[in-house]
């Protein structure tokens, strides 16, 4: 029964363990640039400004 315990909590353990990250959003995100084979819908433009945006806002990068 000891050993059944202590392998679930270890395939626990190691599952969690592969969701860890090292590093930040600036050591990651670029800029959006859409493609010219991109449909430019308004929800489309919104999602790319907003994420621009927050680029420039979170690391000082002007996209």
């Known amino acids: ?4 315990t202590w ?3 270890t395939l626990i353990a ?3 363990s592969g969701c860890v990250t090292q590093g ?5 995100a670029r800029a959006v640039r859409p493609s010219v084979e991109d449909k ?3 929800g489309t433009k ?3 400004l907003a994420e621009n945006e927050k680029l420039a806002r979170l690391c000082g ?3």
């Open 1 to 4: 029964m000891k050993f059944k």
């Open 40 to 42: 430019m819908t308004e």
């Open 61 to 63: 990068v002007k996209p």
């Open 24 to 28: 930040n959003y600036c050591d990651i």
């Open 14 to 16: 190691l599952s969690l």
């Open 7 to 9: 392998g679930v909590a």
């Open 46 to 48: 919104r999602q790319i």
